[in-house]
């Protein structure tokens, strides 16, 4: 108990300690975990031998993300992205083998050994991957998405490699069993043999029953999901005890595991497609709530392990070899994954993601190349300095991520250049912008009888309002040959609805100066935006979420005890406090000073929200004495 303690802490500690660092610093929480690992491993020696069962464990947090992942995958979208899955997955996996196999036989191994070798390191790290698109908000973009189709069909790909290495050992030939089997010589014959003792549901069965007995689990996966996941969580909320909805969350990504181990499967992927099963049920969020905590923590210690885990004898030893070869590995999957996102039309900050991010092996390495070991694929003293290749892959992986930061700074997104529309309309009200917001106005004033012209450079957002009925031009509002063909000379109001701050305030600022007689409503995304859209000239600015948010807690008023008429009282008197504190605000406010920097606005802002506390608590004595 005292050891369990002592180790306890170290790691805990380790974390709590490197992991804020480096985030501060930039680095983000992967490289804080992998550091230090490395500092209580080969650095200070205080941790040892318990690593490596310590990381099978910790790998469970490895399984937990992609049940996550699922939640958040419907079925159908699933089914959307099959051509990417066989496509940019299926050509990364198969020409990264190849190539890697290449360099190994050139390097004088065998074509077995190089073909597991290109295996094993032909895999990418999906727990530093997507824990850093994750954290990084680059899920969402085309390189995220692009990355997670490759890390998925990566995940899948596991099962047939470890069906097919122990085809490529080196010791014992090939024979079938009398059960239809394939076993090596005598070694085989025993392994068979101790596996009908060990928990397996496909141990010693002929390959026809494999199959049926692994499909029968999946279906059985997925009809519980279907059917059962209901009834069972009514029943936890009767219990009314907080703690089983963890228990149950973490029963059934433990369960669904243990299942897919009993059939040779990977519990990742069986936890990925529990996840896909549940995306539509009621209970996801619930779900993705109880377990999100776990799964931080377990790929925390994961990539803490694999930090300490680190054979620093052995590099030491050779330490330019193996970094050499870690670096080769990151160079040629890197130029194939840049080819392969070329080829499927990738462009920009999207192709740099898709390339930088998938360019190093990763922990399913680890287990292929203990899986070659133990089936005699690959000997022993290589195998330990390809494990050490792919843990300094790892290391090196958020260094990739922060290259990528620096060439997004020079690098933009290039945008297909479309030929403006040749505006042969007029009207009193010119919309530049048709976005969520621009739409609605667009919609009020129509549906009232007035005309308007819709300008705005994004070709899918024209095609979709000429898809509704409303005629619109393609261009860039903020070009003044574009706005004279309008026909703003004559126009009464400009709605500036840019979803950009710099070109609305641009716009807002050259029509200002160019025709001052005409009234500038313009969209704004914060205060600062308000701030900077007053200065360059605007009469009306809306924020985009101050309406909407204003009526919230309205209702709010209403369901803790006012009236609808006093909550509509206090609605009322904040939104004519913060228009005027707005105006006022705006000549304290400065471009070049952060708004939490300038003192003299947040001494003045403070008193203003005195001020309207005062108001609003006048409201609530006139109330009281009425």
């Known amino acids: 108990m005292d050891a369990f303690l002592y180790q306890a802490t170290i790691y805990l500690a380790a974390a709590v ?10 680095l983000g929480s992967v490289l804080g975990y992998l550091a230090a690992g490395i500092i209580i491993g080969p650095v200070l020696g205080l941790v040892g031998a318990e690593t490596e069962d ?21 079925p159908r979208a699933l089914w959307a992205m099959r051509h990417k899955l066989v496509g940019l997955g299926g050509l990364q996996v198969l020409t990264s083998t190849l190539a890697l196999m290449a360099a190994a036989l050139m390097a004088g191994e065998t074509w077995q050994v190089s073909l597991a070798i290109g295996l094993a390191l032909s895999l990418s790290s999906t ?48 024979q079938l069993g009398e059960n239809g089997t394939i076993e090596r010589g005598l070694e085989g014959a025993a392994k068979s043999a101790a596996g009908h003792d060990s928990l397996s549901l496909v141990a010693g069965l002929p390959g026809w029953a494999v199959t049926l007995t692994t499909l029968g689990v999946i279906g059985a996966v997925v009809l519980a999901g279907i059917y059962l996941t209901q009834p069972v969580f009514r029943f936890i909320h009767a219990s009314k005890l907080r703690e089983m909805y963890t228990a149950l969350a973490l029963l059934i990504v433990v369960g669904i595991s243990f ?29 993705e709530s109880d377990l999100t905590p776990f799964k931080g923590l377990l790929l925390g210690l994961f990539f803490i392990t694999v930090g300490a885990g680190i054979n620093y004898k052995l590099f030491l030893a050779n330490p330019g070899d193996l970094l050499g070869l870690a670096l080769l590995v990151i ?72 290259l990528y930061d620096l060439l997004s700074h020079f690098v ?30 667009n919609r009020l004033v129509r549906a009232s009888g007035f005309k308007t012209v819709l300008l705005d450079n994004d070709m899918r957002a024209v095609q979709l309002m000429r898809r509704f009925g409303f005629k619109s031009f393609l261009g860039d509002p903020t070009r003044p040959e574009l706005l004279k063909a309008a026909g703003i000379a004559k126009a009464h109001v400009l709605v500036v609805a840019l979803d950009d701050i710099e070109r609305s305030v641009k716009l807002v600022s050259y029509v200002r100066r160019t025709y001052p007689d005409l009234h500038i409503i313009a969209r704004a995304y914060d205060r ?28 709010v008023l209403e369901k803790i ?7 509509a009282q206090a609605e009322q008197t904040f939104y004519a406090h913060d228009r005027k504190s707005l105006r006022e605000l705006a000549s304290f406010w400065r471009a070049d000073i952060p708004t939490s920097e300038n003192q003299a606005y947040i001494e003045r802002a403070r008193e203003m929200e005195k001020d309207l506390e005062i108001a609003l608590q006048d409201l609530a004595e006139k109330k009281d004495k009425g």
């Not at 040629?332 to 999207?350: D, E, M, T, V």
């Not at 933009?412 to 912008?433: F, L, S």
């Open 412 to 441: 933009k997104d290039q945008r297909v250049e479309h030929e403006p529309d040749e505006i042969d309309e007029q009207g009193p009200v010119i919309i530049a912008g048709i976005g969520r917001f621009g739409q609605i106005v």
């Open 561 to 567: 005890g006012l009236s609808e008429y006093e909550a």
């Open 259 to 287: 299942l897919m181990t009993l059939v040779g499967l990977s519990p990742a992927l069986g936890a990925f497609l529990a996840g896909v099963v549940l995306a539509n049920s009621e209970f996801r969020h619930e779900l």
């Open 528 to 555: 600062n935006h308000v701030f900077a859209l007053y200065q360059a000239g605007a009469d009306d600015i809306v924020r985009e979420m101050f309406d909407s948010s204003l009526r919230a807690g309205r209702y």
């Open 54 to 74: 310590l990381q099978h464990f910790a790998e469970f947090g490895v399984v937990m993300m992609l049940f996550l992942i699922g939640l958040e995958l419907d």
């Open 331 to 402: 160079v040629a999957k890197g130029a194939i994954l840049y080819f392969i996102g070329r080829a499927f039309g990738l462009k920009q900050r999207n192709h740099w993601l898709f390339t930088l991010s998938l360019a190093q092996a990763g922990e399913f390495g680890f287990v292929l190349l203990a899986f070659s070991r133990q089936q005699n694929v690959i000997p022993a003293p290589l195998a330990e300095k390809l494990l050490l290749v792919i843990a300094l892959s790892m290391l090196i992986t958020p260094l990739l991520f922060i």
């Open 127 to 174: 727990a530093i991957v997507l824990q850093t698109l994750s954290e990084k908000g680059l899920m969402q973009t085309g390189g995220g998405r692009a990355s997670f189709s490759v890390l998925l069909t990566q995940d899948i790909a596991v099962i047939p490699i470890l069906a097919f290495l122990p085809l490529l050992a080196v010791n014992g030939g090939l």
């Open 17 to 26: 300690i490197a992991v804020p660092l480096a985030a501060r610093l930039g």
